[in-house]
């Protein structure tokens, strides 16, 4: 009855369904103050104030047929250009209208680049420890995707590995910096390295790699640290954007596609990706709060109850002997396991009422996420229970 | 660079495109008043007051977090809920929650179950005159589109070539009343003769074959007909909805997936649309307007002016001696092209400023479609126009 790509991942999703209804029970068990859940990626500060009041004027003032009606399958044209006009502002690029895609946020925006790009069994590269869902996106078009293996001394990427795993086939790399799960930002060194190699490999084999470089927690950075604009180091690169973070609107799934004209066939590319996302179903972003953008387009979340979070979470997990690296950005804490096993670690924080993702989920073991997007008041209360894993683990 | 399932796209992609430069060009020349777009199926009558005032009230009242936030990928409890009642209430159904997944409209509701369904080489049949975009849906998942001819006396479906053309591979049929672009309602008779047709050959090869049945049209009624809703009278059916027409806001992406509980492993189905809904990237549809759609899910725009457009378009046409059938639902009207070749027809009535699609554009030689969601002043201005083309060719 299910199509055989689906099948595996209708058997596996049970297996976090029972994780989900463990968490539910718990609470039920415990009361819902005593189990601590840093297992979602949903951000814990409200939307500013300026999107609801952009929305509420809009609905006041233009037309409803435009508010909401369609327009391009690439988005309204205002809006692009208020946002293109943002990023050469902050980024010294020199983008217009037609380099702006609107999408129904980044997951889309990956989706119909790679629709647009890979022919079955193309490879694309990504470097662990990655976000899961790239592998399924890959897969959407009977691409490969190809891990290269975590760095777990500072989690920047291992550029050796990169370069020996880059093939014929290769025909794109995917980035995502700050980084979901460490809140690592790959410095502009690093950036540059992976020009140069992929600028060579380019040559060797005659066609095109394009970096994709996924950033929705780009204006989630909490130290004084730049996260390099990627276009301005490699042509071939496609931006995506997604202000699910930025603005706290997850739910609205809105989001951006860059496609500088400075790679190679940008025109074509521009078509066959506005193309992809009408035929994958989207049609077009979401067109009230594409609407609202062109009051937000400058605007970002308060971030200091997250970086609160951040100082307080890492400084006391260090104290009770946990390991791990203080994010620079995004809202997650790659922890290091006790044990090796980073199931069974999972399994011991939740006797303890403390929800966590394992690393093996993002092609890393021995490790876990701990999302801290969540009311400084609950790590709070959720810190004698880390305390005691520790004492637990005897860290 | 661009992929080989995109190619064909990009490249046709540019004679609509040429199209449309050429609509924009005669409204440069003419005045935006003396040209006579009939090409687009963008509603012309604004969303019911209701949908702008639930936003505002949800904005006002609800929790930033809540409504702007992720949820469940097939959408929020209590707005499946309504919607199920609703459905419940309407149509003697027995739907509950988790019969109910919102998408990202129709589009992406078809996509996701074509995903979860199709195998490479099945084939999905529909009947022509349909909406283009079909073949494009069934081949994103390397499936095939079977066309059964059109029946130019009527435009109800022929059933025997029909039963003829399902074979072993046939894993779905895509039905669509009202009907883009005829504006035909298929009969309860109908109904019962396509599900009797494929209960017999569900037997014969032993496996399911699916309806899956788009309704974005199903509240645009304008006589005395009855819709039947489909899930009554064949199990293995998929229910596809949109607001798009029903609320005037395509622009907003927001619909959803019947599956019913009689549908054959309808649980695993569930999950697999579920998952598809989040890995091609759309994750949940857009949150706002789906807590919107609490209070509005009832409401339905103001037929009246696309009624007072079909009668007076129908009318005068046929009084100026081209031939039609009369609509019953949809805001289109399906004109017999008066020289067979339909794009030779468009190209003569661009001459006169007038602009509508040829009906090779939805498997239909022969004809064009009329989409009248405009305002009925461009109608009557539109009309000594359509009388010159009418003494043009001596209909």
């Known amino acids: 009855m299910i199509s055989e790509k689906m099948k595996d991942l209708v058997k596996n999703n049970s297996v976090i369904r029972e994780m989900f209804e463990e968490g539910k029970k718990l609470a039920e068990k415990y009361g819902k103050e005593?189990?601590?859940d840093f297992s979602l990626g949903n951000p814990?500060?409200?939307?500013?104030?300026?999107?609801n009041d952009s929305i509420k004027e809009i609905l006041d003032n233009e037309d409803s047929l435009k508010v909401h009606g369609y327009m391009s399958n690439a988005g309204f044209e205002d809006v692009r250009e208020k946002i293109s006009k943002s990023i050469n502002n902050r980024f010294g690029t020199n983008f217009s209208t037609e380099n702006i895609i609107m999408t129904v946020g980044a997951a889309s925006g990956i989706n119909i680049i790679l629709k647009s790009i890979l022919n079955p069994n193309d490879e694309v590269i990504t470097f662990a420890p990655y976000f899961m869902e790239y592998k399924n996106y890959v897969k959407n078009y009977d691409g490969k995707l190809v891990e290269i293996s975590p760095n777990v001394k500072n989690f920047q990427p291992k550029l050796d590995e990169f370069e020996s795993k880059i093939t014929e086939k290769t025909k794109a790399v995917i980035i995502n910096t700050p980084n979901n799960p460490t809140g690592v930002i790959y410095s502009e060194e690093t950036i540059k390295k992976i020009s140069k190699i992929l600028e060579e490999k380019q040559k060797?084999?005659?066609?095109e790699i394009f970096i994709i470089s996924d950033e929705p927690y780009r204006e989630l950075v909490y130290e004084d640290v730049e996260v390099p604009y990627i276009t301005k180091y490699y042509n071939n690169t496609f931006v995506v954007y997604s202000y699910s973070k930025t603005l706290s609107i997850p739910g609205e799934r809105i989001g951006y596609v860059v496609v500088p004209n400075e790679m190679e066939d940008s025109k074509n590319i521009i078509t066959a990706i506005?193309?992809?996302n009408r035929i994958i179903g989207c049609v077009n972003a979401p067109s009230l709060i594409q609407r609202a953008l062109i009051e937000c387009v400058d605007e970002k979340v308060d971030l200091s109850t997250y970086?609160?979070?951040?100082?307080l979470l890492y400084n006391e997990l260090k104290k009770y002997g946990f390991e791990c690296i203080k994010p620079q950005g995004a809202f997650y804490l790659f922890l290091k396991s006790p044990v090796e096993n980073d199931m069974e670690f999972c399994n011991k924080a939740k006797e303890y009422n403390?929800?966590?993702v394992p690393g093996s989920s993002f092609a890393c073991k021995g490790y876990v996420r701990i999302a801290y997007c969540v009311s400084t008041d609950m790590i709070k209360r959720a810190l004698p229970a880390f305390k005691k894993l520790a004492d637990y683990y005897g860290v």
């Open 34 to 36: 005593n189990v601590y």
């Open 44 to 51: 814990s500060v409200p939307a500013p104030k300026k999107v």
């Open 204 to 207: 060797e084999y005659g066609h």
């Open 274 to 276: 506005t193309i992809a």
């Open 307 to 311: 970086n609160e979070n951040r100082n």
């Open 354 to 356: 403390i929800l966590f």
